[in-house]
């Protein structure tokens, strides 16, 4: 498989390679967006692909019936769209005073990061020690050293954590009654994450067997025009707060309009949020309604703004068509195996 926009596309490989004339063809149409090509050989000899086998990768760009090879701009990654490529960022310029004493790290243009570690080669003496740390932002503003003393952060309320640390919660109980339960612990793991656009019914069910209410989950393949339709959206970095908080998504109506509506979180700190449209088949003024032909189809985005790659938002898409009847149909059929002694020539 490949991968194009995030979504995986068939392998090349999948299709049909055509042995002609001595050459290894093959045709896969490509959908929109970026594709990465991995062409293995065996018989590598000095520069040569393959005991001297020619590469060419061709495109029809202008005459649908002509392939002509891909110019080299063709490949060029400033020609990409913004935000495809992975962000890599340029290595920073180090710069030390006369007695060494003093260093200066320059950020290059345009750089990203979540976390800054500093790790030291060498020093004098069995431990590093570092008398001061200064950041100043791109703006001008000052981020370290931070305006609150770092004994005086041990003291307060909160919990300064970073990404990648893992937090444990322990608790002993002078009082308790069952053997081997007077030490509890929980565990949390900091990290950003993927969000998750999807159609489901998440409304929790009763269970006759727990005599309570269970958590459910059906996802839902088509939608019916006049009912309300939930939009559920899973993403852990956007719970802020111990209250229940609030992102919005956007949707395309039959008339190119873009809607923008509101979720709100299921619970406080469950990180999935849910949202009610109502597909209709017509124009409609109603902010709770939108406006979805009966051949076309409700596409919805979130901009996934925290994610796995610091600084890169990311449109997470899902799309789902309506309910469409559909004429019943039986077939009866009957299937038999016969022999051809018919012995054809074999076609050139």
């Known amino acids: ?111 990203r990061a979540r976390l800054l570690r500093i790790v030291f080669i060498e020093q004098e003496g069995p431990v590093p020690s570092l008398n001061r740390l200064k950041l100043p932002a791109p703006d001008g503003s000052v981020l370290l050293p931070v305006p609150q003393d770092f004994a005086d952060l041990r003291k307060n309320d909160a919990l300064e954590i970073l990404s990648g640390d893992k937090v444990t919660v322990r608790y002993v109980d002078d009082h308790y009654v069952t053997k081997g339960q007077h030490k509890h612990e929980r565990f949390l793991n900091v990290a950003f994450s993927d969000g998750h656009v999807e159609f489901a019914d998440i409304e929790p069910r009763f269970s006759s067997r727990h005599r309570k209410k269970m958590p459910y989950f059906e996802r839902l393949l088509r939608f019916q025009h006049g009912e309300p339709f939930p939009i559920v959206i899973r993403d852990a970095d956007m719970d802020v707060s111990v209250e229940r908080d609030e992102l919005t998504w956007r949707a395309i109506d039959g008339d190119g309009n873009e809607r923008v509506f509101a979720a709100k979180e299921t619970g406080p700190s469950t990180g999935t949020f849910r949202t009610f449209a109502v597909p209709v088949a017509s124009p409609t003024s109603d902010m709770s309604e939108i406006y979805i032909p009966s051949d076309g189809e409700l596409a919805v985005t979130y901009r996934d703004v925290e994610n796995d790659r610091p600084g890169v938002p990311i449109d997470r898409q899902a799309s789902c068509g309506a309910a469409v009847f559909q004429t019943p149909s039986i077939e009866v059929a009957h299937m038999t195996v016969t022999r051809d002694n018919d012995v054809r020539p074999a076609r050139q």
């Open 1 to 111: 498989m490949t991968e194009s926009n995030g979504k995986q596309v068939p392998n090349p490989q999948a299709e049909e390679i055509k042995l002609t004339g001595g050459k290894l063809e093959g045709e896969l149409n490509l959908r929109a967006g970026l594709h990465r090509f991995e062409i293995w050989g065996i018989g590598w000899v000095q520069t040569s692909f393959g005991f001297g086998r020619t590469l060419s990768l061709q495109a029809n760009f202008e005459d649908e019936d002509k392939l002509v090879d891909c110019p080299d701009s063709f490949f060029d990654p400033e020609t990409f769209p913004e935000g495809v490529l992975e962000h890599r960022n340029v290595p920073a310029k180090l710069d030390a005073n006369e007695d060494g004493t003093e260093f200066t790290v320059t950020f290059a243009e345009g750089s």
